[in-house]
């Protein structure tokens, strides 16, 4: 299986100088490409005086992660993508488990490895850990990461399992089912549209897989900080369009009442935490989600499916109520 390692960057000089000569090192069988999404400031000079064997595609604008990549990977040929942050840090032998899991199982559309902290590497990543999952009402978790709760990495997650969504650090997918389901819905920008993408995958019928044989290490916010009021506005506002677009059945829209209702008592917990940004980033995210419910509506006739997409039925009640941080106590 020819395999394209493909980085979007944006003023990402910095990490690419940190993370790029590893990730060279270890991929001797892969194409690297960096996908530039219209950087200003010196990682195109950089690339092209140190790593004249990385491929360079220049897109012409910052279409955010979802575009970037629809733009980057239009005109690649390999059959695996490998989408990677360029925040990323790889181990020895990284990409060969998830390619013979593909081999070996042939439904399998998308998968991610192992995702462990950069800055403290015996704990998992915010961004995938060791595996994503949904609860009914969209909001999403992962084996060993609930919230902002991060576990140990104690081997309890070094299996290979089907999981609901793969994390868009570092994404494992068929050009073939890529292509398929349209790529990323480039009206999401950034954040979540991994999610979305994983769910349009199952709805066609692909599984999507975890690898706990591979292990990266993330940095995280490499280009949004997790403190940011701009990432909490798309985290918030993508979720629900994401629940609203694949989830299927009349009672989407008691579903996003509840949303709504629970993102009103996190905007209040904000400001309890004097984070008035936040609250008002929520606010963004609730009209920004009325005014493409229409365009939204549409994308729903094509996608939403009635399959099961959740675990658990409410992870806000097992965290905030029962006091579950450890996705095996779920």
Known sequence: MKTAIVILNWNGEELLKKFLPTLVSHSPNATIYVADNASEDGSLHYLKATFPEVKIIQNSQNGGYAKGYNDALKNLTEDVYVLLNNDVETTTNWLEPVLEAFQNNPDWVAAQPKILDCKDKTHFEYAGAGGGFLDRLGYPYCRGRIFNSLEKDEGQYNDTLSIFWASGACLFIKKAAF???????????????????????????????????????????????QGNPRKTYFNFRNSLLVLFKNAGGTVIWWLIFQRLLLDGI?????????????????????FSFYCLIPKYLKKRRLWASRKPYWQVRSIVWSYFILKNRIFNKL
């Open 179 to 225: 292509l398929g389901v349209g790529g990323f819905d480039e009206d999401l920008f950034a954040h979540q549209e991994e999610i979305d993408l994983c769910w349009r995958l199952q709805s066609k019928g692909g599984t999507i897989g975890y690898v706990g044989t591979s292990t990266i290490y993330h940095q995280g916010g490499g280009t949004l900080q």
């Open 266 to 286: 996190a905007g209040m917990r904000f400001l309890i935490q004097v984070k008035p940004l936040h609250c008002w980033a929520i606010v963004r995210a609730h």
